[in-house]
């Protein structure tokens, strides 16, 4: 990665017991920061957290719990917490709201009575729904096509107005598609059910069982959907920069790391 800056602080990582937060929260340790992860292990696993992490298992929309997490004071919240799936959004919309919307409305209400003003928001470029430009370029326009994008959406909106209002400073990246493991193969990704292509794709292979991959008709020499890809150390990379950015600068700022 690059030289450990950003150590000395303590750190509230969201969804840490995730994939991309359990990735996250090894990095911070790495370079001396003292971390906690709230996460309700729904669909986190506790074997994903660094040992090395203080765990509190609750939710998010409980505003007793983030009252008692939040009240041993951080210098930063990294915000990974939340639901993923756009086909589960569009069957159950209320969860996903209420997931990463309204939860995120009381995470930034509970910073604010504890005077925690920076967090790193881990959006989604789902925001910007069916692209009229590529590469996206970050003012494109926010017309999301589901629900999980337009939580999201939702959220980035709330960041804002928590900025003007009570200079809680943020910076939300929005991407799609994580991927990939540890170079090492230590961590990975372990979601269950598992959605994503490539482990898919692997786990098919390794079980010489039937893989399925949707759509025929997409404008593409085979017709198969093309799709951009960000590898998980790249995506944590950036997430050190938004802490650089938020260590120097105060303000909302917006990133794509992905595109």
Same mark, same amino acid.
């Given at each position: 990665?690059?030289?450990? @800056?950003?150590? +000395?602080? @303590?750190?509230?990582?969201?969804?840490?017991? *995730?994939?991309? *937060?359990?990735?996250?929260?090894?990095?911070?340790?790495?370079? +001396?920061? @003292?971390?906690?992860?709230?996460? /309700?292990?729904?669909?986190?696993?506790?074997?994903?957290?660094?040992?090395? #992490?203080?765990?509190?298992?609750?939710?998010?929309?409980?505003?007793?719990?983030?009252?008692?997490?939040?009240?041993?004071?951080?210098?930063?919240?990294?915000?990974? $917490? *939340? =639901?993923? $799936?756009?086909g589960e959004s569009m069957k159950d919309p209320n969860a996903y709201f209420k %997931?990463?919307?309204? #939860?995120?409305?009381?995470?930034?209400?509970?910073? @604010?009575?504890? +005077?925690?003003?920076?967090?790193?928001? /881990?959006?989604?470029? #789902?925001?910007? *729904? %069916? !692209?009229?430009?590529?590469?996206?370029?970050?003012?494109?326009?926010?017309? !999301?096509? %589901?629900? =999980?994008?337009?939580?999201?959406?939702?959220?980035?909106?709330?960041?804002?107005?928590?900025?003007?209002?009570?200079?809680?400073?943020?910076?939300?990246?929005?991407?799609?598609?994580?991927?990939?493991?540890?170079?090492?193969?230590?961590?990975?990704?372990?979601?269950?059910?598992?959605?994503?292509?490539? !482990?898919?794709?692997?786990?098919?292979?390794?079980?010489? #069982?039937?893989? %399925?991959?949707?759509?025929?008709? =997409?404008?593409?020499?085979?017709?198969?959907?093309?799709?951009?890809?960000?590898?998980?150390?790249?995506?944590?990379?950036?997430?050190?920069? $938004?802490?650089? &950015?938020?260590?120097?600068? &105060?303000?909302?700022?917006?990133?794509? !790391?992905?595109?």
């Amino acid at each position: 990665m690059t030289e450990r @800056k950003n150590s +000395g602080m @303590k750190i509230l990582v969201t969804g840490g017991a *995730g994939y991309i *937060g359990g990735f996250m929260t090894k990095e911070l340790l790495d370079r +001396g920061n @003292k971390v906690v992860v709230a996460d /309700s292990l729904e669909r986190g696993h506790k074997e994903a957290v660094d040992t090395r #992490a203080t765990l509190a298992i609750g939710d998010l929309t409980e505003k007793r719990f983030l009252q008692d997490v939040l009240g041993g004071g951080f210098d930063m919240v990294l915000h990974f $917490a *939340g =639901y993923i $799936a756009v086909g589960e959004s569009m069957k159950d919309p209320n969860a996903y709201f209420k %997931n990463n919307t309204f #939860a995120t409305l009381q995470l930034l209400e509970t910073m @604010k009575d504890h +005077g925690i003003g920076k967090i790193i928001f /881990s959006s989604t470029a #789902a925001i910007y *729904g %069916n !692209p009229i430009k590529i590469p996206i370029p970050e003012d494109h326009q926010k017309i !999301p096509t %589901n629900p =999980y994008g337009e939580s999201k959406l939702m959220t980035e909106k709330l960041l804002h107005w928590y900025q003007q209002i009570y200079d809680i400073s943020y910076v939300a990246l929005r991407y799609f598609n994580a991927c990939g493991a540890a170079l090492d193969g230590s961590m990975g990704e372990a979601h269950d059910p598992e959605t994503h292509i490539i !482990p898919n794709a692997i786990n098919a292979a390794l079980n010489h #069982a039937r893989f %399925n991959l949707f759509g025929d008709d =997409y404008d593409t020499p085979d017709g198969t959907c093309v799709r951009d890809y960000i590898h998980v150390l790249d995506l944590i990379y950036a997430h050190v920069l $938004a802490i650089e &950015k938020l260590q120097g600068e &105060k303000g909302g700022f917006l990133s794509c !790391p992905a595109l």
